[in-house]
């Protein structure tokens, strides 16, 4: 079970760095319009 | 002679730019592709500028606009104010609907490639960000968009409010994602020790989970301590209380416990209880915000608009007003429709006032356009008003909802004072892990979120899906009146049968039709439209002196006579008004009009019936044509009165009973007197301030739409409330009895709230697949 001592700090390590990713989404506006994008992708890109 | 001698068969067209039928009309429609010139503009506009895949983006479905545009106003000067040194601005833009209009307004950089670098549209709330390049003019944005049909407004002032709004609204989602992440760990901690760790692997897990718990409850459950405080400030018992109590208390004996070296913590049950409360209510603000669509919009304060007060503009036929103004110079007759509900023109004189939404629809003397001076802008102007009356409508909660509110703040002071009761007892008796274990499974078991949430979610859901129906609710409580209603009264003119009059004969010489083509193909009013939607188009005989007279009808000289149509003095105002065609004062022939009735009243009127309410028609047109109309509809004929004067049509409603249904002005009374009024479309502010509930479409169908959402309503309030209170009352004395631990109940607790939700979300989505497939 000793090896739990390595994984319970490599767990938190991984969850503290998705929430670290995920408060630096929300700050860059990404939860802002939760509608828009939804409806944008259905439009095709115009080819050029 | 009959009619359907000279008329041409008609065929409904459809419009190629906003695909409404119609019946084409030459004097209102430029061609038989476009329903009105404003349509033709636009459609032109985006052709030229290479989008016209903005039409096959709608036709594949994506698109639900069905508003013909607003003419742009032409020699204005856009956002006067507006500080030119700016270069990001944000516009509000009425009249988006769909996800044409998310691609048509995200193309202007392409189209203003020297203005703008960047435009991005929030669907949501109607608002446009637009970065402007060094030389880029507002304005030139704002005169494209309002050129496409849309009504731009630029937002400045609010700028600060819309900065604290969105930092307010990531700052909920940061609490409850970081609620829900840590509460996620802490549970894979807690399985751990439930599954059977035990020593020093399970003292490191419970130690853990505690350190978790920590930003749990001081970061993301500020807001339950912000509630609190103010409660406490302001002296009334908030919901909150009793769980943050309940938490605090978790909180601080899972940690005395942890530090004695005792495995009875709850930093698991304690924190998935913080993380459900923010995700109800994170669920509840965001569908509260997208309520109706009509979010932070124009109407808000320091809006800029486009014309400022006192400016001086010239009004062209078929211009739609944006704002209030003072006519100045000439005299002209306007169609405000969306005011009084009244379709025929009114002449309106120097001096006198227009509103907005009113249209032009022509000149009093042989001039081309009249001079008005803009009396109020945006926020100021009537038909603003109006809305923000509707919308602070939108905000009120409703009785149900605060009986409910009520309830739960009820049912919560008693948990409280059984739950302290319970403790004491177990207290006394020196059982205090029992007491602590005991009162804190009660409490959270019976926490009402279920209730207290439900209840709002519910209505909210109702109005929005009325409002996607076509109905917009301005008492919530419409939802539970509906159950007194045992009688439906229908007003005649302009709900049961068309408002727009209809030729019904036409006894006029073949020969002489060229002539009569040429009186009316140049006047709006609704007379002439209808005879010219009969006549339909052809040779038209050169007239000169051409002259309108409202009331009194028009007249012209043809080939050196004297030809006029006129009012005839059966009288216009009743049901089949008709007029007389002259020639050098000789009756060439009649005329006469009648207002046929709409398609789906057969129906709607029969399923009524069917569903036990008794069909009552009120109107004030003579007592032979609403019995006629009775007949048509199966109606007895007592139940159908004629010739009634406003005021006796108030009379002849039960108030405690009866739903009327009518179409405005002369309604007014009757839409009071019962207990709910239904007004159709059409005269916007009496209707508002008289009924609970508009319509946005004129269709009788929508009567029965509506006394079926509100029993879904009912029934949902309903199977809530009875398995809430049933839930909690068995859970709850579980809880006293000690036969529930605080774990258990921390699991058992959100399943009562999740299921009360899923089924009530689950209702209305049900409906919205049905909807989608007819």
């Known amino acids: ?48 | 002679m009959s009619s359907t001698l000279i008329s041409e068969p008609k065929i409904l067209h459809k419009c190629v730019h906003c695909s409404l039928d119609f019946y084409y009309n030459s004097s209102t429609c430029p061609s038989p592709d476009y329903c009105c010139y404003g349509c033709k503009t636009v459609y032109e506009l985006l052709t030229q500028s290479g989008l016209q895949k903005f039409y096959d983006i709608k036709s594949e479905g994506g698109g639900t606009c069905f508003r013909p545009p607003l003419p742009a106003l032409s020699g204005t000067a856009y956002f006067k104010h507006w500080d030119s040194s700016a270069r990001s601005v944000q516009l509000y833009v009425g009249g988006v609907h769909c996800t044409a209009c998310l691609w048509l307004l995200e193309k202007i950089p392409q189209v203003l490639a020297e203005d703008v670098i960047s435009a991005r549209l929030d669907i949501g709330k109607s608002l446009l960000f637009i970065e402007l390049t060094p030389d880029g003019e507002v304005s030139t944005v704002a005169s494209l968009i309002r050129a496409w049909g849309y009504r731009p407004e630029l937002i400045t002032e609010t700028r600060d409010i819309q900065v604290l709004q969105k930092k307010e609204n990531q700052r909920q989602v940061l609490e409850l994602g970081i609620a829900g992440a840590l509460a996620g760990n802490i549970m894979l901690m807690s399985i751990g020790v439930y599954a059977g760790a035990s020593g020093g692997i399970a003292t490191l897990f419970d130690w853990v989970a505690g350190g978790l718990s920590i930003p749990v409850v001081f970061y993301s459950g500020r807001s339950l301590f912000v509630n609190v405080r103010r409660s406490i400030q302001q002296k009334y018992f908030s919901i909150d209380t009793p769980i943050l109590l309940a938490i605090l208390v978790a909180f601080f004996w899972s940690w005395v416990n942890l530090f004695n070296g005792r495995h009875e913590v709850y930093f698991d049950s304690l924190t998935s209880l913080v993380f459900l409360i923010l995700a109800s209510r994170y669920v509840l603000s965001t569908l509260r915000r997208y309520d109706l669509g009509l979010t932070s919009s124009v109407e808000k304060e320091g809006v800029e608009t486009p014309v400022v007060v006192g400016e001086t503009l010239i009004l062209k036929i078929n211009q739609n007003l944006s704002f209030d103004a003072i006519l100045r110079k000439g005299a002209c007759f306007i169609n405000q429709a969306f005011l009084t509900g009244e379709s025929a023109p009114v002449l309106i004189n120097e001096g006198e006032s227009i509103y907005a939404g009113s249209i032009v629809m022509g000149f009093a003397e042989s001039i081309q356009a009249s001079q008005v001076e803009v009396a109020a802008v945006g926020a100021e102007t009537r038909l603003a008003k109006i809305i923000e009356q509707l919308k602070q409508n939108k905000g009120q909660s409703s009785r149900v909802e605060k009986l409910y509110d009520k309830l739960a703040k009820a049912l919560m002071l008693m948990v409280f004072l059984v739950g302290s009761v319970l403790f004491a007892w177990h207290g006394f008796h020196g059982q205090w892990q029992e007491a602590i274990s005991r009162t804190m499974a009660l409490f959270i078991v019976t926490c009402p979120c279920a209730l207290a949430f439900a209840t709002p979610l519910n209505i909210s859901f109702a109005l929005r899906e009325s409002f996607w129906r076509g109905l917009i609710i301005k008492n919530p409580d419409a939802f539970e009146l509906s159950q007194k209603i045992k009688k439906i009264f229908f007003d005649k003119t302009g709900t049961l049968t068309n408002s727009n009059l209809k030729v019904k004969s036409l006894a006029v010489p073949l020969s002489e039709i060229k002539n009569l083509r040429a009186l009316v193909s140049r006047s709006k009013h609704p007379v002439s439209c209808a005879i010219m939607s009969d006549i339909g188009l052809g040779e038209a005989s050169l007239a000169s002196n051409w002259r309108e007279n409202l009331g009194v009808g028009v007249s012209a000289s043809i080939a050196g006579r004297a030809y006029s149509l006129q009012k005839s003095n059966a009288g216009l105002d009743i049901a089949e008004p008709a007029v007389n065609f002259y020639c050098d004062e000789k009756n060439l022939g009649q005329i006469v009009f009648s207002n046929p009735l709409r398609a789906e009243a057969f129906q709607l009127v029969g399923d009524l019936h069917k569903s036990g309410y008794e069909v009552h028609i009120l109107s004030g047109d003579r007592n032979i044509v609403v019995q006629s109309v009775a007949k048509l509809l199966n109606l007895n004929s007592k139940n159908a009165k004629g010739d009634l004067f406003p005021e006796d049509k108030a009379k002849c409603i039960d108030s405690s009973n009866s739903l009327f249904v009518g179409d405005g002005i002369n309604d007014v009374l009757a839409l009071k007197a019962a207990t709910l009024g239904i007004a159709m479309h059409g005269g916007l502010q009496v209707a508002l301030e008289n009924s609970s509930i508009y319509m946005i479409r004129p269709d009788l169908n929508l009567v029965r739409e509506y006394l079926q959402l509100a029993k879904k309503v009912r029934r949902i309030h309903l199977i809530n409330f009875i398995y809430s209170s049933l839930y909690n009352a068995v859970s709850g004395g579980l809880a006293i009895f000690g036969l529930m631990n605080p774990l258990v109940a921390a699991i058992v607790m959100p399943l009562s709230a999740t299921s009360v939700f899923a089924y009530t979300y689950y209702s209305y989505r049900a409906s919205k697949l049905m909807r989608g497939k007819t």
Do not use: W
């Not at chain 1, 998705?18 to 409806?39: E, H, W």
């Open chain 1, 1 to 48: 079970m000793n090896i739990l001592y390595m994984l319970i700090p490599m767990a938190l390590g991984l969850g503290l760095i998705f929430i670290y990713l995920f408060i630096r989404v929300v700050r860059s506006g990404q939860y802002d319009d939760l509608k828009t994008p939804a409806v944008r992708i259905l439009l095709d890109e115009e080819k050029k």
